[in-house]
Structures are given as C-alpha cells and as structure tokens.
C-alpha cells in the first residue's frame, strides 16, 4: 500500500502554547483511517496543522509525495487534500448549490460532479436552491461533504462529522463512506465516538494531551488499552 | 506573536523609572517657572505644546482605552471655541467663568451627538463623527451674530478684561495652558487608577472579554465620549482665546484638531499615558525643524504614521514598555506590570 | 415649478453619490474594510483624466480606458502590498493607515496640481440637454451619470450573484478563515474585490472631473457623501446604495434651492435623521 499522507514528528502551537507533541501518523492509498480522543487531545489541531490553517514551516508533513508543511491552505487544498470543518462552516450567504459549487474553485479533475454529488446525498436536490443554513443539521453535514468532494480531493479529512447529529442521521452520513472511497478518496475521521470510529476506520490512532498514544487496526486494539489511551488511566507518567 | 517579558533586570528598570520620573517632575517645574526664563515666543510655543498635550490625552483616553476611534474631535474644539466667544461677547460671562461654562455647554452637546453617533460601528463611527463636526462647521457659517463664513474677533477690552498689559495677559493665559496639560495628564491618570480604571483597561485589552465579566461597557464608552468633549472643547476655549479671533474654517479644521493629534497619540504610544506625552514633543520637534517643507512636511507626517502602524502599532512609548516593563507613571493595576501579549 | 425641478436634478446627481459609494460599500462588504482615502482616490482619478486629456491631448475614450487600467492595477496591488497587512480584528490600523494614505495623497496631488480648483471640458455633454417641460430640463452629462450610476451597479449585482467570481466574493465575506480550505486565497480575492472597487472609483472620478470643479482637497467631502449613501441605503446593499445616493442629492438640491449655503448641509442632515430613524438604512441587508 503507498503512504498518501505522513507527518514525522509533527509539533504545533498555538502562539506560546505547544498542542501536538511529535505526532506521527499515516495514511495509506485508499484507507479510511480514525483520529480518536478526549476533547482537547489535539485531533482538531492535527487537521488544522496539515491542512494549512495552522502554520506548520519547519515541520515534516508529505502528501502525495509532496512535501506540503508550511504552504499556504489553498495550496495544500489545490494538491488534493480537503477537509469538512467542524460545525460544518457552511457559507450563509451562499445557497446549497453554491456551497458545492465554491467546493470546486480549486478546478481539479475527477469523478465528483455536482450530479454525482446529489446522487450520493438525494435529500439535497430538493433543497438546492435554499439557503445552506436553512437545513437540518444531517442535511447541512451532507452539503459540507459534498462540498469538500466537489474538490476531486486524494484525502477527505472529516472533523467530527457525528457531532450533535441523531444516531439516525449518522447512520446516514456514514453509510456514504464505502461510496466515497470507490472514488479512489482516502479518508480520515476525527471522532469522539470510538464505537463509530471503530467500525468504520480500518486503522485508529488514539490522541491524548498532544500525543498518539496508540495506534492500530481496530480488531487488534482491546477495550483496556483503548480506555488508558483515551484517559491517561494507567500511561499517566509516561504521556507526562 | 510577541512575548513582552522584560528583558531587564526589576531592579534596573525601577532605577530607569525612577529617573524619567524625576525627570518628568523636573520638567513640569521648570513648565510651572516658565514665564520667569522664557521669552514670548518661547512662551507662545508651550502653550500650544501644553495645547495639544491636553487635546492628544483626551483622544487617547477615547481611542486608546475607549477603543471609540474619532476623526471628528474638531467638532469639540471648534464648538468649544465659539460658545466661549458667544458666552464672553453677548452673555457678558467674564472670560475665566465663560472657559469652564463652554466646557460644558459642550459636553451636553456631546449628549445628543453621541447618542447619533453610537449608532455606528468601528471604522463608520470614525466617519459618523466627521460629518457631526462638517455640521458644526457649516452651521457656524451661517450664524451671522458670529460672522458667518469669514469669523470673528474677540473685542480688545473683552481681552483686556482679563489683564491690563500684554505681558501680563501672557502669563495668565500660559497658566491657564499649563493647567490644561496638567489636568489633562492628572485626570487620565487618577481615571485609570480609580474603579474606571478597570473597565477602561479591561475594554482596551478586550472589549468581549470586559462585557463577559460585567463591564457595561456602551455606557461607560459614552461616559468617556462626553467627559472627553467637555474637556476638548475646555481647550477649544483656550485656543480661541489666545488667537482671540474664530472662523468656521480654522475652528473645525481636521488637519489641525485631529489629524495632528492623532499623529501625536500613535506615534508617542496609543492606550499609554506616557504616549501622548512622547508624541507631543516628537510632533513639535518635527514641526520646528521640518514645517517650512510644507506639503511634504504633511506627506511624511502621514507616511510616518502608516510606517507606525506597519511596524509596531504601539508607537514610541508602547515598544518601550513591552520591552522594559517601564511605567512613569504607574496606574496602580497588576495588568499594566506585565501587560498580556496581544495576538497580532 | 422650481422644486420638481430641484428634486429631479437631485435624482441624477444621486447617481454620482451611488457611483461614490458603490466601491466603498464593494469594499465593506467582502473584508469589512472602510477605506478612508476613498474620497481622495476619486480625486486623483479626475485629475488623472484632467492630466491625460488636457495635458497630453490624449483622446478621451483612450483616457477614460487608461484611468481604469490604471485605478484596477493601483487598487489591486494597494490591497497586496498594503492594506492586506492592517486587516483584521483591532480596528485602528486599518483606519490609520488609510487616514495617513489621505493625508499624503491630498499633499501629492496638491504639490503635482497645485490649490487651484479644475474643471474637465466635457465638450457637447456639457451643453446637450432634453427638455421635458417649461422649466424642467435634464442635461446630457447628469443623465449619462445616472445611467452609469445604474450601470455600474447593475454590473455589481450581476458579477456578485451569477459569477465564480462573486460566489467566491461573498463567501470570503461570510467565513475569510475557511475559504482556503475551498482553494481560495484570500489576499487574492480581496485584492479583486479592491481592484473592481477601484475601477468604480474611476468611473466616478472621470465624471467629477466633468461635472464639478475640485481641487486636491475635494476627496474628504466625496468620503463623506459616499458614506452617507451607504448608510442610507443599508450597508450590504447595492442598490439601497443607489437609493442613498438618490436621497442625499436630492436633499442637497432642495437644501440648494432654500439656499446656496444649505446645499451640503441639508444633505448631511438628512443623513442623521435617517440614521436616527432607520439606524440600519432603508434596505437593510446585513
């Protein structure tokens, strides 16, 4: 399997304040991989960091065989890598269509196509012409999806996609993830819901204070050593 | 982002302290001994200094720790002015009563226009209060008791009320500008370390944050729009008393009421009080040396300020003491020891 | 008879406050951005187009052609290089820098043209005219402003809600900080958005230069009618910005009509009265 993306040793911070301690995580070819932890774990800062909203000069961060730390977001994006924000970020002003549309500014080629995206998702061509806040929480998930499809992305990065949504609707949502990666996209998912995370990533890492604390396939990791690695209960001294 | 721990040693930095303060206590004796050893023109000269020293703390009190960004503050001082000459000249209030009395027929009239004025945000308050101050100007010209477009002279005898001889009525104005700097320095200063204080430096520092923990900062932001308009237009007074004429143009002037003054706050150090005091002597000492360039004497003033805002937005005094930790004239808050780094 | 005729002329000197403050309002709206030498940057387009026409007999229609060329590359590279940098949170920077960039532009034009007030000689369309009855007639030039005026913003319109462009537009307006993660760069499209501010401003500039004499200290007053306009007609709001326009000239007529020295006073005061009455404009958007 080829590696798609690899950070080594990845620092960040947030003026003064260091949140990611040499963190090495990779993602192969047609992988769906999951980032799990506690909040403040640095999950978020993780995405933030390779996608180009944090600045990242100086570290180590390969994408595509490219080395991508430090370019500017839109750079990063144009290379292939696109994210769906936590809280959906939708634009306001912009209606459903227009949302997706601005998804393709960046004019890669690929099989994602505003058809293709409504087909994926069938409940937005109903709301097409509305509003992008005008919609169910589920269905405003759906537009930040196929927004960030609209790019033809490598890797789709999906920071906490579940949040706040009913069990019904995630269902839904996650149902899309097969679809997605037939594309060719790889995928990795932040969540806090580890049983999601679980079953759908074929590799998770475990976040806590800054640093991966575990890391591996799914059917390989047992309850124990996930719970120590989420909460620090028995790795206290060694993450300290 | 900058780290604004000091690289000094505590002790040195007292000692520097302690110096510029004897310093500063050094020249407001000798400012206070001024007419003793200085010549007319000298005399002239520091009252416009004092002058603007007042105007320049007042806008920093409004800019700086008030974060309500005017360009209208010529409103103040040219209503200050006239309604000194109105009260003096066809109320018969003598000249020292009618100063204080314009003063605050002024801030009253900072109660309306501010509640106008409140109504815009940010950068469109900065032009709200532009076009109250073109108000005033145009309405000034129309008024014929005042002479309309082209002004009007204070009478001789209504000067004269205020001292027999010339020289005499040069030391009693210079006393009044002195008064104005100090005030102006004093009053900032004791606002800062009263209960206001707080508020004030929490509104700088973060104007969210200061609303989360209970600062009613509209109010208070409006409070400081008005006490600033009295004290502007205590100034409008004063000026107008030394040139002892007035027009519409010279009364509202942008370029000379805030634009000026402006350049003065940034450049000494906006949101410090130490600042106004730097800027006033950088601007005079430019003015002395560069005013015969003319227009490009105001096209580096502006290319100045822009360099100001580009490199360090702290100005002169702000660099300082992020820098040093330095404090002249300490306000008594634990924040202002150690100020928090802003995030640029 | 006479006030028809004020409040007519009033209207189409509206579409010159509308043209005044359409690049202003272009400008707020896309990076919250209020451009204090906005006033300043139409004079010297007048005086550009003065300089080009009469100065090196060039003809109009190249002149008005190199005006705009050379506004949009100003514009564009003004926002790259300077005004980029004052953007964001803390509201001084950006409100210093254009104040100063006044100051010296005002101090430029009046070392390069000196105080004297000008005038551009606009020809035939300064004299042509329809009339409509005995004591109404429009002039050529006012008219040819209005329709600029609705011209002008009805190409606003058209490029904000039907174009790449302005999809692009109005999304960094709503959320700068994810629209890179849409392949956007944002000091990109605030240099675009600046640049077709900036060829408005020149369009407004050349029909100064033709309607009105200025001088190098004209552009504060057109600051502060532009921004009347658009506080009148609602921030965010382009054609509310045309109605703006259209009611701060048609007070100033009337005011005019009263008298000469209310003309710009009635104007100013029925800006504060709408600003008491209507805090968010007639056409409220945002």
């Given at each position: 399997m080829t590696t798609l993306l690899e950070t080594r040793a990845l620092e960040a911070f947030y003026g003064d304040f260091q949140a990611l301690f040499g963190v090495d995580v990779t993602v192969g070819e047609g992988e769906t991989v999951a980032l799990i932890g506690a909040n403040g774990a640095g999950k978020s800062t993780f995405l933030r960091a390779i996608t180009g909203l944090l600045p990242a000069k100086g570290q180590k961060v390969s994408f595509d065989g490219q080395e991508i730390a430090g370019l500017p977001a839109d750079r990063i994006h144009k290379a292939g890598l696109a994210m769906v924000p936590e809280g959906r970020r939708l634009f306001p002003s912009l209606t459903v269509e227009e949302n997706l549309l601005i998804?393709?500014?960046?004019g890669r080629k690929g099989p994602w196509s505003l058809a293709k995206v409504y087909d994926l998702f069938p409940d937005l061509v109903a709301k097409k012409n509305n509003p992008g806040t005008a919609l169910s929480g589920g269905q405003q998930q759906m537009v930040a999806i196929g927004r960030a499809l609209m790019s033809n992305p490598r890797l789709l990065l999906c920071d906490e996609i579940s949040l706040g949504l009913a069990p019904k609707v995630i269902k839904d949502i996650y149902e899309a993830v097969p679809r997605i990666r037939e594309g060719g996209t790889s995928i990795l998912v932040v969540e806090q819901d580890v049983g999601q995370a679980m079953a759908v990533a074929s590799r998770v890492y475990c976040f806590m204070e800054g640093r991966v604390t575990l890391s591996g396939p799914p059917g390989e990791l047992t309850r124990a050593e996930i719970a120590a690695a989420y909460f620090g209960t028995k790795t206290d001294e060694e993450a300290a | 982002m900058t780290v604004t721990t000091p690289t000094m040693p505590a002790q040195r930095t007292n000692r520097i302290a302690l110096a510029l303060r004897l310093l500063l206590g050094l020249v407001t004796v000798a400012l206070a001994l001024a007419p003793v050893w200085a010549g007319r023109a000298d005399l002239r000269l520091l009252m416009e200094v004092l002058s603007f020293l007042a105007l320049a703390q007042m806008w920093n009190l409004l800019a700086g720790y008030s974060g309500l960004i005017s360009i209208g503050q010529q409103a103040f001082v040219g209503l200050g002015g006239y309604l000194f000459f109105a009260l003096a000249m066809f109320?018969?209030?003598?000249l020292l009563a009618a100063l204080p009395l314009a003063a605050l027929l002024t801030a009253l009239v900072a109660l309306p226009t501010g509640w106008i004025a409140f109504r815009l945000q940010g950068a469109y308050f900065a032009i709200g209060t532009w076009v109250i101050a073109e108000v005033f100007r145009l309405s000034a010209a129309q008024i014929g008791a005042l002479g309309g477009g082209s002004g009007i002279s204070l009478p001789v005898d209504l000067a004269r009320s205020l001292a027999e001889s010339r020289g005499a009525r040069e030391v009693v104005m210079y006393y009044i500008a002195f008064a104005l700097g100090l005030v102006s320095v004093l009053l900032v200063w004791m606002l800062l370390r009263s209960r206001w204080g707080l508020a004030l430096t929490a509104i700088r520092d973060s104007e969210p944050a200061a609303e989360a923990v209970g600062v009613a900062t509209r109010k208070v932001k409006f409070l400081i729009y008005v006490l600033t308009a009295g004290v502007t237009g205590l100034v409008g007074g004063f000026i107008f008393l030394q040139k002892l004429r007035i027009t519409p143009e010279a009364a509202f002037s942008i370029n000379d009421w805030t634009a000026f003054v402006i350049f003065i706050v940034v450049i000494g150090g906006i949101g410090t009080i130490e600042g106004p005091i730097i800027g006033v002597i950088v601007f005079f000492a430019l003015r002395e040396v560069a005013a015969d360039w003319g227009t490009w004497y105001l096209i580096g003033m502006g290319a100045i300020a822009i360099a100001v805002m580009l490199i360090d937005k702290r100005g002169i005094w702000g660099a300082v003491k992020a820098r040093y930790?330095?404090?002249?004239?300490?306000?008594?808050r634990v924040l202002d020891a150690a100020p928090p780094a802003k995030p640029d | 008879m006479v006030w028809v005729n004020a409040i007519v002329q009033g209207v189409l000197l509206g579409g010159l406050y509308a043209l005044f403050a359409a690049g202003l309002s272009l400008m707020f709206g896309v990076m919250r951005f209020v451009n204090l030498a906005h006033g300043d940057f139409i004079v010297t387009a007048a005086y550009l187009m003065l300089a080009l026409v009469t100065g090196f007999g060039i003809h109009p229609a190249f002149a008005v052609l190199f005006v705009l060329m050379a506004l949009a590359s100003a514009g564009y590279l003004n926002q790259r290089i300077l005004l980029n940098r004052v953007l964001g949170a803390d509201l001084l920077p950006p409100v210093l820098v254009t104040f100063g960039l006044s100051i010296i532009i005002q101090n430029a034009l009046l070392e390069v043209f000196s105080a004297d007030s000008r005038r551009l000689n606009a020809g035939w369309l300064d004299t042509a005219s329809f009339r409509l009855s005995e004591d109404i007639s429009i002039g050529a030039l006012p008219l040819l402003m209005f329709v600029a005026a609705v011209g002008v913003i009805a190409a606003m319109q058209f490029i904000f809600y039907r174009t790449a462009l302005g999809r692009m537009l109005r999304a960094t307006s709503d959320d700068p900080e994810i629209v890179p993660l849409m392949g956007g760069n944002n000091a990109h499209i605030f240099a675009i958005a600046t640049l077709i501010a900036s060829v408005v401003v020149g369009i407004a500039g050349i029909f100064l230069a033709m309607k009105t004499n200025f001088d190098p200290a004209a552009g504060p007053a057109r600051l502060l009618f532009a921004f009347e306009a658009v506080i009148i007609g609602g921030l965010g709001s382009l054609w509310g910005t045309l109605l703006g326009g259209v009611i701060l000239g048609v007070a100033q007529t009337i005011g005019a009509q009263i008298d000469a020295g209310y003309q710009i006073l009635a104007g100013h005061l029925v800006f504060l009265a709408i600003l008491v009455a209507r805090p968010r404009g007639l056409l409220p958007k945002m």
């Open positions: 998804g393709a500014s960046g | 109320a018969g209030v003598p930790g330095l404090s002249i004239l300490p306000v008594g | -």
